[in-house]
């Protein structure tokens, strides 16, 4: 009789490419619908990456200490082509999509059955979409972290030349989000685990995928040290305390000068007060964190199938399928130290759904062809429509409200001028710089304006909400003299103050 499995497995690759080509055009469409970025994830692109890629571009130093230069550095080498930072980063991130989805498919596709990650893909993809066109690292750092993984995964046994250059793989992941750092930590020990061969190949393994991606963050690690006394200075420290000891206020500019001091190192946050800390980050693993996942992302009834998935997935003595789960699994508990952001999942989606997929997809796990078919377009059904909702809102919250003010900016300052505003994203339309002070009344704000020279002072409803000091400004009838009110957008409550 003759063996299906390999029709299967080129009927499943053929499928696995038509979805790719869907998910470029579907999220390239939206991103040539998305001109301007948002308040949420967008606002690090303009006031971060953006100026960071400027910054290189023109030989000028890196000065952002909550990340590398990677991503900054890849927006800014795409733009020589499109000649606008913000069109780099949307082709960046829908560029990444699409390959994390190619190399999501080729590493489950060499663990588990070829439907199933036919069908994890396909979830993946739907989930993806709101993030897929939004310029941001997450699908950068995440495509990296499969690709990393399918060097090792697509042979029975990879020697030290793949794991080099899974390592170099993983050291730009990092250096595109330092929170893949556990990608780092996960295939070190897999190698030294599951490499295959005796203990003195598998010790290769793991210093070749040591050693290529040493090579790839050295350049980082060495401006580090130079800039900022440590290779491992980082800002992203005191996200994590925020996190752990003001849950509730987690990254207000207001803990950084109050504590900022104190948290210079991963050793501060876990010692400043450990049991807290760490009944923090458990209720964060066991509790909140799978809680938030099974609502925002699985859904309903995707998130009754994930356990059996997983059990299923896990009881495996195949290395590979292994080093897949514990570096994804690794990266999930290191997640426990921060807040939750659907898009900080992003590498974890293809596991979920292929975990989901296996009690529906996998003809040997006793469910019916059809009812498993049928029961994974209803999961498929709910997840899209999640997608679709999330989509329109990224759509509907663009601050297009920010044009005509910046054009009105524009008229009366040149490049370089400065203007006072709580979000960075009219210093990208306008080319002057931003900045905004720790002020919480009117005459604070004032005062500042005066003594750094600002031209214009921007309020809004929504930026009001994140720095309530700002409220003091609402009322344009009750500012100095030296404020005078330009523009006033009624709908988004957004007034534009020229300093005088």
């Given at each position: 009789?003759?063996d299906?499995?390999?029709?299967?497995?080129?009927?499943?690759?053929?499928?696995?490419?038509?979805?790719?080509?869907?998910?470029?055009?579907?999220?390239?469409?939206l991103?040539?619908?998305?001109?301007?970025?948002?308040?949420?994830?967008?606002?690090?692109?303009?006031?971060?990456?953006?100026?960071?890629?400027?910054?290189?571009?023109?030989?000028?130093?890196y000065?952002?200490?909550?990340?590398?230069?990677?991503?900054?550095?890849?927006?800014?080498?795409?733009?020589?082509?499109?000649?606008?930072?913000?069109?780099?980063?949307?082709?960046l991130s829908?560029?990444?999509?699409?390959?994390?989805?190619?190399?999501?498919?080729?590493?489950?596709?060499?663990?588990?059955?070829?439907?199933?990650?036919?069908?994890?893909?396909?979830?993946?993809?739907?989930?993806?979409?709101?993030?897929?066109?939004?310029?941001?690292t997450?699908?950068?750092?995440?495509?990296?972290?499969?690709?990393?993984?399918?060097?090792?995964?697509?042979?029975?046994?990879?020697?030290?030349?793949?794991?080099?250059?899974?390592?170099?793989?993983?050291?730009?992941?990092?250096?595109?989000?330092?929170?893949?750092?556990?990608?780092?930590?996960?295939?070190?020990?897999?190698?030294?685990?599951?490499?295959?061969?005796?203990?003195?190949?598998?010790?290769?393994?793991?210093?070749?995928?040591?050693?290529?991606?040493?090579?790839?963050?050295?350049?980082?690690?060495?401006?580090?040290?130079?800039?900022?006394?440590?290779?491992f200075?980082?800002?992203l420290?005191?996200?994590?305390?925020?996190h752990?000891?003001?849950?509730?206020?987690?990254?207000?500019?207001?803990?950084?000068?109050?504590?900022?001091p104190?948290?210079?190192?991963?050793?501060?946050?876990?010692?400043?007060?450990?049991?807290?800390?760490?009944?923090?980050?458990?209720?964060?693993?066991?509790?909140?964190?799978?809680?938030?996942?099974?609502?925002?992302?699985?859904?309903?009834?995707?998130?009754?199938?994930?356990?059996?998935?997983?059990?299923?997935?896990?009881?495996?003595?195949?290395?590979?399928?292994?080093?897949?789960?514990?570096?994804?699994?690794?990266?999930?508990?290191?997640?426990?130290?921060s807040?939750?952001?659907?898009?900080?999942?992003?590498?974890?989606?293809?596991?979920?759904?292929?975990?989901?997929?296996?009690?529906?997809?996998?003809?040997r796990?006793?469910?019916?062809?059809?009812?498993?078919?049928?029961?994974?377009?209803?999961?498929?059904?709910t997840?899209?429509?999640n997608?679709?909702?999330?989509?329109?809102?990224?759509?509907?919250?663009?601050?297009r409200?920010?044009?005509p003010?910046?054009?009105l900016?524009?008229q009366?300052?040149?490049p370089?001028?400065?203007?006072?505003?709580?979000?960075?994203?009219?210093?990208?339309?306008?080319g002057?710089?931003?900045?905004?002070?720790?002020?919480?009344?009117?005459?604070?704000?004032?005062?500042?304006?005066?003594?750094?020279?600002a031209?214009?002072?921007?309020?809004?409803?929504?930026?009001?909400?994140?720095?309530?000091?700002?409220?003091?400004?609402?009322?344009?009838?009750?500012?100095?003299?030296?404020?005078?009110?330009?523009?006033?957008?009624?709908?988004?409550?957004?007034?534009?103050?020229?300093?005088?």
């Open positions: 009789m003759k299906k499995a390999p029709d299967r497995r080129s009927s499943c690759d053929q499928w696995a490419i038509v979805a790719c080509v869907a998910m470029l055009l579907i999220v390239g469409a991103a040539w619908r998305h001109p301007l970025g948002t308040f949420a994830t967008e606002t690090d692109f303009y006031g971060v990456y953006a100026p960071q890629a400027n910054n290189l571009l023109a030989g000028r130093p000065t952002y200490r909550r990340g590398a230069f990677g991503y900054p550095w890849l927006v800014g080498v795409i733009s020589l082509a499109t000649g606008d930072l913000f069109t780099a980063g949307k082709i829908v560029v990444s999509s699409v390959l994390l989805l190619w190399f999501a498919y080729r590493v489950l596709r060499c663990v588990t059955d070829p439907l199933v990650a036919l069908g994890a893909i396909a979830l993946t993809g739907i989930a993806l979409v709101p993030h897929a066109f939004v310029a941001a997450d699908p950068v750092a995440a495509a990296l972290v499969w690709a990393a993984l399918w060097v090792i995964v697509r042979r029975d046994s990879a020697g030290p030349r793949a794991w080099c250059v899974a390592g170099l793989l993983a050291g730009a992941s990092w250096l595109v989000r330092f929170q893949s750092l556990f990608v780092l930590a996960g295939m070190f020990l897999g190698a030294l685990l599951w490499a295959g061969g005796p203990w003195r190949r598998r010790a290769a393994c793991a210093g070749a995928f040591f050693g290529g991606a040493l090579l790839m963050m050295a350049p980082w690690l060495i401006t580090n040290w130079r800039t900022n006394g440590s290779p200075a980082n800002e420290y005191l996200q994590m305390a925020a752990l000891y003001d849950p509730d206020h987690e990254w207000p500019m207001t803990f950084k000068y109050k504590f900022g104190r948290f210079t190192s991963m050793g501060q946050v876990l010692m400043a007060d450990p049991p807290h800390a760490l009944r923090q980050t458990l209720h964060e693993i066991f509790v909140d964190d799978p809680q938030t996942l099974a609502e925002q992302i699985l859904r309903f009834p995707g998130y009754l199938f994930v356990g059996v998935g997983l059990l299923v997935l896990g009881r495996t003595s195949d290395p590979r399928r292994r080093l897949v789960l514990w570096t994804c699994l690794l990266g999930y508990l290191m997640l426990g130290m807040s939750f952001e659907p898009r900080y999942y992003i590498f974890l989606l293809p596991v979920l759904f292929a975990a989901l997929a296996v009690p529906l997809l996998n003809e796990f006793g469910v019916g062809r059809w009812v498993g078919l049928l029961v994974f377009l209803i999961v498929a059904g997840i899209a429509s997608a679709i909702n999330e989509t329109k809102k990224v759509l509907r919250e663009e601050p409200q920010l044009l003010i910046a054009a900016i524009r009366h300052t040149k370089g001028d400065l203007i006072l505003s709580r979000k960075p994203h009219l210093g990208y339309l306008t002057c710089e931003v900045k905004f002070p720790t002020a919480n009344t009117v005459e604070e704000f004032v005062a500042f304006a005066h003594d750094n020279h031209k214009y002072l921007i309020y809004s409803a929504y930026e009001a909400k994140l720095w309530p000091g700002l409220k003091s400004l609402a009322d344009p009838t009750a500012v100095p003299a030296t404020l005078q009110m330009v523009y006033r957008d009624a709908p988004t409550d957004t007034l534009v103050y020229e300093v005088r």
